[in-house]
């Protein structure tokens, strides 16, 4: 009986609003399971090309920038003891799928990965044919998808050039995403595509017999040059996964925001169903219902709210990860340059992972509207309760809870990251939230004793004031809500808002060339790879150009840490600057001192990392060679995170003589001049180079095109608070009008008109929203600020300009105020309509 | 991982391709020059280097033969062109290693194969210095062999000195061994006959030293077998009397013999005699079917040299001594210890190809 008069009934008597509620938790759920589904996804490709790739190595050569192919003489002596294998891995466009695709290229004739076996060996190609002509084998799956089978072409795009491929042999791929977007060329042959002339990735060790791995491991220590790591493959991988994890950590924290939401959503519906069943649980108590049972039949709701949300949520975020996942993948690809496609597979741990989430959250969310369950008196009681202001001593002690609250989240501010991640800044978001919470019980309580002061204030306002008060838990609830909804939205808008205006700064204060002229894009949107150097030869000799600097992008090691290398002209640059300086100087004076004094530039993610200054002496290891040069600056670079040593081209090219242009930039001698040579380079480049040249909008609109896409989550989740905080308001008002009828019908018999009845609960609405919009902004605000210079900085090492949003702070409390008093309007009129006779009598 | 890529067939290395007319073909007469000519012929497309040995354990006296040849496959002719990455394979080198027990009949085998490369792979062109992965063939300064081969994962060792007990034979007509009808089809073949070998032989953790006599041959050409020829039966033999036999027979598709086909009689005194064709008949009588290729080789042979009092009946010690290279040369052939009674008695090394498969077009 009590199950059905406090949960079945409601449920169908307000279906909208359970259903409302179920997505609100599905929403959230999804967006965290379509987050750890996408990462997942992204980790276990990693893992499993690095699983699947490395074969029966149990260690490889690595080095930062490549290993010279010389390495391989060095570990001659290992021969007898293990299998060498060297192995070039990169990443290509595919224009026959028009997709990206892992490049294998391993040694064809050595590599026991490519082992024949006896059913075949009478159809083998040629292995001269195969190692002189340019061929490559290729997945089942790839040759499906691809529609090609052995002796057809492959079209590929390497360093911006068309090359072709004939189809020698396919493998069956299995189950394997990796293997599915894999082509296996000989090793020479992937040299000379990614133009890596006498340099592999790595070189993979297979012991023979029953050597141990650990020995070999120490004799190719002693047999390696400087600046090689010896290792495992996996710690490639773990290297790999901790950028990974970092990614999937703020992707995490995203979700969990509308997780959150979800969270409140639930507390404002089961707090409103308890606020709009007082009656019923009052007289449920009258008959001799027990409040253990009450509180079980609360929590019951709260776990099928959970439940259902939370299946709901796990299916819509395994169907939104798989549209997550090309986004995933076009960070990734930035992170980790090897990182292929991949796909989603269920996962049972997200699934049961999601479902839990929603319960937890929806009980917690449960727990206050239990407590006000249990306080319900019974009916006898329930009709002498009068409203009463908060006791000196509540008073004291709500806000005493509400300061310590707050003193523990600016402590967490203050905290360094945890395991390189912000996990103490987060958690000090959650408490002040915490603490907004437990400010509107006082907040409520002030607009109650307002009401009592005898000033000028209409008569309507007072009352509304009054009413408010009365119901002060259930009032504190709907501006709670308010509050964290428009807390979050605030957050969320400051820091993007933030972090756009800091990336539209640096792009106008950065991108200085006429032209740039970069590889084709991938299915993501991000370049496959660099330009062949040919590319900046031709530009170089275009009619009309003046300048042309082609941008060079290699790898080093600082210590133990992986970081960015990279080279360009700085005489040639000095004329027109670089990237903005953190200090906010003129990049072209820093570039002319490192021209000068022979000195680098270092991006701020480094400076941040490792304490590197100005005028401190760096030493860095390129591909085993050790590089020292003083630091001339510090320069913003928000397209990194692990730290880069900019050096001058000369430098650069003696390090990485292999190496060819990211990208190629240039000035022309006009403005006027733009056009023809755009014009002739793109006849240039026909047939030859698959490339796109940029003038400067361009190249601005799409930094911030890429930049506005990867927040369109951001959008979704402030439109999903605000619709919290209006769902709240709304219940809010429904419940206190209940409540509050006999009160209204009073008032309406001693000649308050419609409208006024109609003004007094709008009002009301209109308060619930100033107050929750207000101080949830204030909140939001110190949150934003938190998440620009602690969040952020813990997470990728870049300095964002705070930047508060007064224009969007602004609107966004007039809308939650202007949405609540028009909401207002739905429990307004159901109070207006309520027969007065009917409520008097009904209160006795 | 090997299971995925299984069903891939890439080695055959020594599989056809388009010839390249500048591959230099071997015509008689030859100049040859040592220790230039022991080393490696990269004008050439095909050269191995060969040895095979019976050893017996100086302290138990267990037998034990042995066989290590390294191959090499010139994938492209000349040196390598400005910018062409070291890694580029213009070369490729192979090696097969076994060894058999006399006492158990136990054979065990290794292959390798990896493209030319430094440190790694290579075969001096000076000298007899050839490396594949560790495995190694030297000549040192005194004139005697280096031999030295280990496979891990076999447990499998050697490491003989051969000291040559006669000069070099120049095989064929001055070092010019004939191969078929064709012009240049021949290949530039020498031979040491007869070398007393010591050292250590290692199988399965048991390391022994041991004493024998091996057989070295060293041979290089840029020629293939004829279109009809499907296999070879080959021999060297050491003679009882001092004398040491190297014969063989090119099968044809008809079941005939080539009239290339040809053998070196070489002298107690070191001195050698051709052996053409038409002067000798090498029969098979009996046969040894292997259970795992399905192949039906030889076990007997009559050979027959009237015109040098030969009479004999060569025959296999061990019937199962069938070497699968696919992985590294793309071939399955016998090859082992043999022993020679009749009008002389003596024993040698057998090889017996093109039974598995034809050998038409290859080596």
């Not at chain 1, 791995?213 to 790999?240: I, K, N, W, Y």
């Not at chain 1, 319960?359 to 509207?369: E, F, H, K, R």
């Not at chain 1, 292999?658 to 023809?676: G, H, Q, Y």
């Not at chain 2, 007997?300 to 009479?311: N, W, Y």
Request: charged share 20%; net charge neutral.
């Amino acid at each position: 009986m009590i199950q059905s008069a406090l949960f079945t009934r409601p449920v169908a008597k307000h279906p909208v609003r359970f259903l409302a509620t179920v997505l609100g938790i599905a929403a959230g759920v999804a967006s965290v399971v379509s987050t750890l589904g996408a990462s997942s996804a992204a980790l276990s490709s990693l893992r499993e090309g690095v699983g699947l790739l490395s074969g029966r190595a149990a260690l490889e050569v690595t080095a930062a920038g490549g290993v010279p192919e010389s390495e391989l003489t060095r570990l001659a002596p290992l021969a007898l003891d293990a299998l060498l294998l060297p192995v070039v891995e990169d990443v290509a466009k595919c224009t026959t799928l028009s997709d990206t695709v892992r490049v294998f290229g391993v040694d064809l004739l050595t590599d026991p990965r490519f082992a024949a076996d006896s059913a075949t060996i009478a159809t083998a190609p040629p292995i001269e044919e195969l190692l002189s002509t340019p061929s490559a084998i290729v997945s089942d799956e790839f040759a499906r998808d691809a529609r090609v089978g052995v002796g057809d072409s492959i079209h590929l795009t390497i360093m911006a050039k068309p090359i072709s491929l004939r189809v020698a042999a396919i493998f069956p791929a299995g189950p394997s995403a990796v293997l599915g977007r894999l082509v296996v060329v000989d090793v020479s042959v992937a040299q000379r595509f990614f133009g890596r002339d006498g340099n592999l990735s790595r070189i993979e060790l297979v012991p023979r017999g029953s050597v141990s791995s650990t020995a070999l491991s120490e004799r190719a220590r002693e047999l390696v040059s400087r600046g090689m790591q010896v290792g495992r493959p996996t710690d490639r991988a773990e290297e790999s996964e901790t950028l990974v994890r970092s990614l999937e950590f703020n992707l995490a924290t995203m979700s969990g925001i509308s997780l959150l939401v979800g969270g409140v959503l639930v507390a404002t519906t089961l707090a409103t169903s308890v606020v709009q069943r007082r009656r019923t649980i009052a007289l449920l108590y009258a008959l001799g219902a027990s409040r253990g049972q009450v509180v079980r039949v609360i929590f019951a709701e709260a776990l099928f709210l959970g439940v259902f949300g939370g299946i709901l949520g796990v299916a819509l975020g395994y169907v939104s990860s798989r549209f997550m996942v090309d986004g995933m993948r076009a960070t990734l690809s930035t992170l980790v340059s090897t990182t292929a496609p991949t796909a989603i597979s269920f996962d049972e741990t997200h699934a049961w992972l999601g479902i839990a989430l929603g319960v937890v959250v929806s009980l917690a969310a449960a727990v206050l509207p239990v407590l006000e369950g249990a306080r319900t008196p019974p009916i006898q009681a329930l009709r002498g309760e009068t409203p009463r202001f908060l006791s000196a001593r509540a008073l004291a002690l709500a806000l005493s809870i509400a300061t310590l609250l707050a003193l523990v989240a600016y402590v967490l501010f203050l905290q360094p990251a945890w395991y390189g991640l912000p996990i103490a800044a987060l958690a000090g978001a959650l408490v002040l939230l915490a603490a907004l919470l437990a400010l509107y019980g006082p907040l409520v309580d002030g607009l109650g004793r307002f009401a009592g002061v005898r000033f000028s204030v209409p008569a309507v306002v007072r009352l509304a004031c009054a009413g408010l008060s009365a119901g002060r838990r259930r009032a504190a609830w709907a501006a709670g809500a308010v509050g964290v909804a428009v807390a979050l939205s605030i957050a969320i808008a400051t820091m993007v808002g933030s972090f756009r205006g800091t990336v539209v700064d640096w792009v106008e204060r950065s991108i200085h060339p006429d032209l740039a002229v970069r590889g084709v894009r991938g299915k993501t949107g991000v370049p496959v790879g660099g330009v062949d150097r040919e590319v900046a030869a031709i530009v170089s000799a275009t009619p009309g150009v003046v300048d042309t600097y082609p941008y060079f992008v290699s790898s080093a090691r600082f210590g133990d840490e992986r970081i960015g290398f990279g080279g360009v002209s700085f005489e040639a640059v000095r004329k027109r600057g670089w990237s903005a300086m953190l200090d906010g100087s003129d990049s072209s004076v820093a570039i002319e001192r490192a021209w000068k004094s022979g000195g680098v530039l270092v991006s701020e993610a480094g400076a941040h990392r490792f304490g590197w200054k100005v005028g401190d002496q760096i030493a860095i290891d390129v591909r085993g060679q050790q590089f020292e040069r003083a630091i001339e600056g510090v320069y913003m670079d928000h397209s990194e995170s692990r730290g880069f040593v900019l050096a001058d081209a000369g430098d650069f090219e003696r390090l990485v003589p292999d190496a060819d242009p990211l990208f190629v930039e240039l000035n022309c001698r006009t403005p006027a001049d733009i056009e023809p040579v755009r014009s002739a380079l793109r006849a240039a480049f026909a047939g030859r180079f698959e490339v796109e040249i940029n003038d400067m909008p361009t190249m601005r609109a799409s930094i911030l095109s890429v930049f506005d896409r990867t927040f369109e989550i951001t959008r979704a989740l402030q439109i999903v608070s605000a619709i919290v905080a209006i769902i709240a308001v709304l219940s809010v008002l429904f419940a206190l009008v209940s409540e509050r009828r006999a009160d209204i019908a009073l008032l309406s018999a001693i000649g308050m008109s419609s409208l006024e009845v109609h003004a007094l609960v709008a009002v009301q609405a209109g308060l619930l929203g100033v107050l929750g919009a207000g101080f949830g902004s204030a909140c939001g605000l110190v949150i934003g600020y938190v998440l620009v210079t602690v969040v952020n900085l813990q997470s990728f090492g870049w300095t964002i300009a705070f930047d508060a949003p007064w224009i969007a702070i602004a609107s966004l409390v007039g809308f939650v105020a202007a949405a609540c008093t028009l909401a207002g309007t739905l429990p307004a009129r159901a109070a207006a309509q309520r027969s007065m006779r009917d409520a008097l009598r009904e209160d006795g | 991982m090997k299971t995925i890529f299984a069903s891939i067939a890439l080695i055959g290395a020594f599989a056809t391709a388009p010839e390249d007319a500048r591959w230099r073909k071997i015509t008689a007469p030859i100049e040859l020059a040592f220790p230039r000519d022991h080393g490696s012929h990269e004008d050439c497309r095909t050269e191995w280097w060969y040895a095979t040995g019976i050893v017996a354990d100086v302290d138990d006296g267990a037998r034990f033969g042995w066989q290590l040849t390294i191959f090499r496959r010139g994938l492209q002719f000349g040196p390598p062109a400005f910018g062409d990455p070291a890694l580029a394979p213009r070369q490729v080198f192979a090696g097969h290693l076994a060894v058999v027990d006399l006492t158990t009949g136990t054979l065990v085998t290794a292959e390798r194969v990896r493209r030319a490369f430094q440190g790694l792979a290579y075969a001096s062109t000076s000298r007899l210095d050839v490396v594949l992965e560790g495995w190694k063939f030297a000549l040192d300064a005194d004139d005697t062999l280096r031999v030295r081969a280990l496979d891990r994962t076999n447990d499998l060792s050697l490491d003989l000195v051969l000291a040559p007990e006669k000069a070099l034979v120049l095989q064929g007509n001055g070092g010019v061994s004939t191969k078929g009808p064709e012009y240049g089809n021949s290949s530039g073949y020498v031979s040491w006959t007869r070398m007393r070998t010591s050292g250590t032989i290692e199988r399965s953790g048991v390391k022994r030293r041991v004493e024998g006599e091996s057989w070295f041959d060293h041979e290089w050409g840029s020629s293939q077998l004829a279109a009809d020829v499907v296999g070879w039966d080959w021999f060297g033999l050491r003679l009882d009397d001092g004398r040491e036999l190297m014969i063989y027979r090119l099968r044809r598709t008809d079941g005939g013999v080539l009239e290339a086909s040809s053998g070196t009689l070489v002298g107690v005194d070191g001195s050698a005699q051709h052996i053409r064709s038409a002067d000798f008949a090498l029969v098979d009588t009996n046969t040894w079917k292997s259970s795992r290729s399905g192949a039906q080789y030889p076990a007997r042979f009559s050979l027959k040299v009237p015109t040098l009092g030969i009479d004999v009946v060569i025959e296999t010690e061990i019937p199962d001594c069938e070497i699968d290279a696919r992985a590294s040369t793309g071939t399955i052939y016998w090859e082992g210890p043999v022993k020679v009674r009749g009008s002389v008695g003596g024993s040698g090394y057998g090889e017996l190809t093109g039974y598995a498969a034809p050998m038409t077009g290859k080596l």
